[in-house]
């Protein structure tokens, strides 16, 4: 199905010049396709970005939220397998074409919406990108104000009982500490983020791995924490299959693709620097499909494991770690396990909230916003949307609003797979007057896909019957976004 190779300008090697960087207000220098030197992402290092993304304090919670919605263990972790193997499709597609033409996101959504049209998924994308950011962020400054409470236990004492919207000035100090951490990484590029991601990778499965021994050693084994696992089911009830899978499964199947709906449609970001289609194939692969669904299983474990030790379920890590802590009066460990923390929190936010807003709003004007700046720019979002307010509510507005950007998955992966047929115009994408200026830079075909998708799957709220096309949102706008975009492109074509 997809063309690999003769085609017109299929290569980053058709070189655009300094001169024509300079000079065309539609490309810079980070925008521009990746050369093939700049290639340097193997198996491993695209494996490792998805295992540092995929290991972060939410997966860990994740089954926790679908335990306590009245699914057991095995349910919970075979719809985070099942998503993220769906969810792969879109991934392999997309980060096809980075890989082959070493183009971001926001240029390869050129092909589809048109060279200003692009601007709509790419925006919708980086926003929800910003409110990830700023939620990571501030949980990874809440670490970093545990780890230097520890150090110095004067730090708490800082500005005295003043507070602002609930928190203390250490707090707020803290915050900025670790959001300047993840502009660090912003600034020095995305070779440094590969060096993040490869560290960060192992480093996280053997403390995850170690914690899972910690548990099973302390309780008598994974099959007495399993057995204990069933007391952490909540609502339980006799539901037949019919109704399991339309109350349950099917929207918390969703919320898994959801989970990931975003990095599905910016994934050539990171994809242009892979070396091989296989590269980036296996790599998306074998990180996605087994470290989220390890770190999940542990996540069920280790609270399992603690309703046995405290008879209480504790589902949050940090409140474990702090227990952990206080009862081996070990400040070591203590410092240890915020360090684990911030790595985790800091692995996860550059490569999945960072870098795509970076490249979307450098996009917006890329003469004027480059990468860096682009990248501060989204760091700034994440700090005015007051992320310390959105805790509360983030899985409901975040993951719906992902949920729905399974519009713009349906009409860039029928672009790209059925109707070019992996086929792209490289140098037109970078073009005023070429093949995707289409109607003033706008492809109607793609805008109305995209509207009718959400629409689709927003009609789910009209009436408590048609409730499942909104449970599965990302499903319903994908399918309808997919077959209007291939009906009205093929009529035209």
């Not at 024509?20 to 539609?26: F, K, T, V, Y």
């Not at 912003?186 to 791995?209: Q, R």
């Not at 609502?235 to 989970?259: D, H």
Request: with cysteine; glycine share 8%.
């Amino acid at each position: 199905m997809l063309a690999h190779s003769k085609n017109k300008t299929n290569s980053a090697s058709s070189a655009f010049s300094a001169v024509e960087i300079r000079d065309n207000h539609l490309i810079n220098a980070d925008l521009a396709p990746t050369e093939p030197e700049d290639r340097t992402w193997n198996v491993w290092n695209i494996a490792s970005l998805w295992v540092g993304m995929s290991v972060c304090i939410p997966t860990y919670m994740l089954a926790a939220s679908m335990i306590q919605s009245g699914m057991n263990w095995w349910q919970s972790l075979l719809a985070i397998f099942l998503g993220n193997a769906i969810v792969l499709v879109p991934l392999l597609v997309n980060g096809h074409a980075g890989t082959k033409y070493g183009i971001p996101f926001p240029a390869f959504a050129r092909a589809s919406f048109g060279i200003r049209g692009a601007h709509l998924p790419s925006i919708l994308r980086a926003l929800v990108a910003c409110g990830w950011f700023g939620i990571q962020t501030w949980i990874g400054g809440l670490a970093i104000h545990e780890i230097i409470s520890i150090l110095w236990p004067g730090w708490q004492q800082l500005g005295g009982s003043a507070t602002f919207m609930g928190y203390s000035l250490p707090q707020f100090l803290s915050f900025f500490i670790f959001w300047l951490m993840n502009m660090y990484f912003v600034w020095a590029g995305t070779e440094s983020i590969k060096w993040m991601e490869t560290f960060a990778a192992p480093f996280l499965l053997v403390m995850g791995v170690l914690l899972l021994f910690w548990a099973a050693g302390k309780v008598g084994g994974i099959g007495a924490i399993l057995s204990k696992s069933n007391e952490l089911v909540q609502n339980q009830s006799e539901l037949s299959t019919s109704k399991f899978l339309l109350t349950l499964f099917i929207p918390w199947l969703t919320a898994m693709v959801g989970y990931w709906a975003t990095l599905s449609l910016n994934i050539p970001d990171f994809t242009r620097y892979a070396k091989s289609q296989k590269d980036q194939m296996l790599g998306q692969g074998i990180g996605l499909l087994t470290a989220m669904p390890l770190f999940a299983f542990i996540g069920v474990a280790v609270t399992s494991a603690t309703l046995i030790l405290y008879g209480e379920a504790i589902w949050n890590p940090v409140d474990l770690l702090v227990r952990l802590s206080a009862d081996y009066e070990s400040p070591l460990l203590g410092l240890l396990s915020m360090f684990v923390l911030v790595i985790a929190t800091l692995s996860t936010n550059i490569a999945a909230n960072v870098v795509s807003p970076a490249n979307s709003f450098s996009n917006l004007s890329p003469q004027k916003i480059s990468f860096r700046l682009g990248g501060l720019i989204a760091g700034c979002i994440g700090i005015f949307i007051f992320p310390w307010k959105l805790l509360d509510m983030y899985q409901t507005w975040l993951i719906t609003y992902s949920g729905l950007l399974g519009a713009a998955v349906g009409v860039i992966v029928c672009d790209y797979l059925f109707i070019r047929k992996g086929v792209l115009n490289l140098r037109d994408l970078y073009s005023e007057n070429g093949e995707y200026t289409y109607s003033n830079g706008f492809n109607p075909a793609a805008l109305i896909a995209l509207g009718a998708g959400i629409v689709f799957a927003l009609i789910g709220k009209l009436h408590p019957s048609l409730q499942f096309l909104f449970n599965g949102a990302w499903f319903s706008a994908a399918f309808v976004s997919f077959g209007v975009y291939y009906f009205l492109m093929k009529k035209k074509y």
